[in-house]
């Protein structure tokens, strides 16, 4: 079985630049999530989709952050414009809570560094 | 409010030793319980989790976790750990009462290993 996959894995830009990333979770996983973990910290949830649905994203700076997840399936996490604190790595996880299995799945992740 | 406390940040042990991480919660009722692991430059990987029933659970790599609910907490051990387990270990809490609960993370121990 596949993992969650994510790219780009680095990207380094300048800040007030805008930048996007992709994630295509675990087949038949119904519900996505986006975390930024800091460094030093443990990953903190930006936005949970549930198929195409958001179901959470009271974190979600929706300044400068989007998400969307229109097909249900793979999803793009977008920052425009980018500040010095977004610096961090962004994390997406899949579970397929339809079968009552709450369990998480992560990518790799994609390093972000504002300059 | 659910939260998720692992006092030690960081963590040494020689190898061959056992290991035991420590991991205290706040939460209600009985939440779901997951310990993971992060290698560097990698995403988390899950080692275990509890919902119910037995307290001690066994999960991947010689991990196991107790639940003890007199304490609220989730300690990681292991009996003899090798170098390869070097990574940040990540304790995480879920209320799993509905299907748009969430994971909240602890802040991760990082573990080193002397040779």
């Known amino acids: 079985e596949a993992g969650v996959a994510q790219s780009p894995r680095y990207k380094i830009i300048e800040k007030r630049q805008s930048v996007a990333f992709w994630c295509n979770p675990i087949s038949g996983h119904a519900t996505l999530y986006w975390y930024q973990q800091i460094l030093g910290q443990g990953p903190k949830l930006l936005i949970q989709?549930?198929?195409?649905?958001?179901?959470?994203d009271s974190q979600l700076p929706k300044d400068r952050f989007s998400a969307e997840r229109l097909k249900g399936v793979d999803s793009t996490l977008k920052i425009q414009p980018a500040k010095l604190e977004d610096s961090a790595v962004y994390l997406c996880?899949?579970?397929?809570?339809?079968?009552?299995?709450?369990?998480?799945?992560f990518g790799p992740g994609t390093r972000l560094t504002v300059t | 409010a659910q939260s998720v406390t692992q006092p030690d940040i960081h963590i040494t042990v020689s190898e061959g030793a056992s290991l035991e991480l420590r991991c205290n919660y706040s939460?209600?009722?009985?939440?779901?319980l997951f310990w993971y692991v992060q290698s560097p430059g990698q995403g988390l990987q899950l080692l275990l989790k509890y919902f119910s029933g037995d307290t001690l659970v066994q999960g991947i790599k010689g991990f196991e976790a107790e639940f003890k609910r007199s304490q609220s907490s989730f300690n990681l051990r292991k009996p003899s750990v090798h170098w390869s387990d070097a990574a940040e270990y990540f304790c995480a809490v879920a209320p799993g009462y509905s299907s748009a609960s969430k994971i909240i993370f602890g802040s991760g121990t990082r573990l080193s290993i002397r040779p």
């Open positions: 989709f549930q198929n195409n649905g958001v179901v959470d």
């Open positions: 939460y209600g009722a009985t939440p779901y």
């Open positions: 996880a899949s579970s397929h809570r339809a079968s009552g299995r709450v369990e998480q799945y």
